[in-house]
């Protein structure tokens, strides 16, 4: 099973606080977005490997750690997930971005991939996707099944706010993927909307409403 990260560092759940008001305007709900991507970047690639490499200071030789791998890829949802790239790609500028939009068919209910853009040789590489809600969990479940179609299987999936509800789902689904969020909120209400939530974090990022 699939391991669940709740990171409730101070300064994330503050930020995440700001979010959550109804009255936080989309500019400061884009920067608050944009630092919490990046500390949480801090915690989903706390697990990667480093290499000694032998280098010259100004003192003298010595053997100091590296990253043993650079090929990672942030693999965003559209839309919203593209809110949480760019304070990823602060932390690794070397990153490359993938990308992947979907939407859920009204009559059979199956998900249809409209977009589907990635670096070559992602299979190759470490796999963050993001997306700031995980409510059903039906998009980004659908997102995981996309990139194993295409050989990709060392993924993790960063979001925001999760529902218990997605958590289940993904675990059900995709039990090799580790989930990092900043919070995990009470329910899903009728309309498939976290409660409390934040809203519809597209629309809060894209003023579309």
């Known amino acids: 099973m699939s391991e669940v990260h709740v990171l409730d560092h101070p300064l994330i759940a503050d930020k995440l606080t700001h979010m959550r008001r109804a009255d936080t305007t989309s500019q400061d709900f884009r920067m608050l977005l944009h630092e919490i991507s990046l500390l949480m970047g801090f915690e989903i690639t706390r697990d ?4 000694p490499a032998t280098i010259e200071t100004p003192i003298c030789m010595g053997n100091f ?12 949802i559209l839309r919203a997930g593209i809110g949480m790239v760019d304070g990823l790609l602060e932390l690794m500028p070397y990153a490359h ?17 409209y977009y589907f853009k990635m670096p070559k040789g992602v299979e190759n590489s470490i796999i963050i996707v993001v997306d700031p809600m995980l409510a059903t969990g039906g998009s980004a479940a659908d997102a995981v099944d996309s990139l194993k179609k295409r050989g990709c299987t060392n993924i993790r999936l960063m979001n925001l706010v999760a529902a218990p509800e997605g958590i289940a789902l993904m675990q059900e689904r995709h039990p090799d993927v580790d989930i990092y969020v900043a919070a995990v909120d009470e329910k899903l209400n009728k309309d498939a909307y976290i409660v409390p939530g934040l809203g519809d974090a597209g629309d809060r990022i894209f003023r579309t409403k």
Do not use: Q, S
């Open 65 to 76: 750690p590296v990253l043993k791998e650079h090929f990672f890829t942030i693999v965003p």
């Open 97 to 113: 971005v993938g990308h992947i939009g979907l939407f859920r068919d009204e009559k059979t209910k199956e998900p249809v991939e």
């Open 48 to 51: 990667f490997e480093t290499v």
